[in-house]
């Protein structure tokens, strides 16, 4: 069971299922919604991503099997294996020839703009060249990102911005993305009044990050 909490302040919790496309919360039990219809379900395209506050995984809300689960994939963060770590190795190779793409398509199409004779229906297209670039950046792969890397499995401190202010909490980093960044045993509430629990989150990078290595 995950607990989505979005900026506009909308809570949904429920069985969590993703696709490419995007993500779904299946209740537990059917809903009534304000107007009188039954939901069984809250789905969140991609496009409205930037909407997620957090992804909160609250601990006492796995049965045995899945905090088993788990478990060990914390051991795995804190004590990875050689096969994990090779793993990791491939994708960030990946990940720097991808940086590297970018950099020449953005590089190509710049010359292009400016001396190519078609160079001016790019310019006036720059809606579609931007969004072209955006699913070259998809399929290529994940950003390696260094500074985040060298902590994976350690103790940090991150920082989410909600409601106007800037909060602190350590975890421990398990894992990042080109947009997301995965935090374990965290003690997190989602309103000053509620009583804080240890959780696990996924945050939005465009609403927080890491700021310091802790201990």
């Given at each position: ?7 506009t302040g909308?809570?949904?919790w ?16 059917p809903h ?9 379900s809250?789905?969140l ?5 930037p ?5 909160i995984?609250?601990?006492?809300e796995?049965?045995e ?10 051991m795995r ?19 720097t020839?991808?940086d590297?793409?970018m950099?020449?398509?953005?590089l190509l199409i710049?010359q292009?703009?400016k001396?190519?004779p078609?160079?001016?229906i ?9 969004q072209m ?5 998809g399929?290529?792969?994940?950003t ?14 991150f920082e989410?911005t909600?409601?106007d ?15 997301f960044i995965?935090i374990?045993?965290v003690i997190?509430r ?5 009583p ?5 989150l996924?945050?939005l990078?465009k609403?927080?990050g ?6």
């Open positions: 069971m995950v607990t989505l909490e979005e900026t909308k809570i949904v429920g069985r969590l299922g993703v696709e490419n496309t995007g993500l779904e919360l299946t209740y537990s039990a009534k919604d304000k107007s009188g219809h039954i939901e069984t809250y789905i395209y991609k496009h409205e991503y909407n997620i506050q957090t992804l995984r609250y601990h006492d796995l049965d099997s899945s905090n088993n689960q788990r478990e060990k994939e914390l963060a804190y004590h990875p294996t050689g096969l994990r770590k090779l793993g990791r190795r491939i994708r960030n190779f990946f990940g020839v991808r590297s793409v950099d020449v398509v953005n710049g292009a703009q001396r190519a078609g160079g001016s790019l310019t006036s297209q720059n809606k579609y060249v931007s670039k955006q699913e070259l950046v399929s290529v792969g994940t390696f990102e260094p500074l985040l890397e060298r902590h994976i499995g350690k103790k940090v401190v989410l909600k409601d202010k800037t909060l602190e909490y350590p975890g421990v980093l398990k894992e990042y993305s080109m947009d995965e374990m045993d997190y989602i309103k000053e009044e509620e804080a629990r240890k959780a696990d996924i945050i990078r609403h927080g890491v700021r310091h290595l802790g201990e």
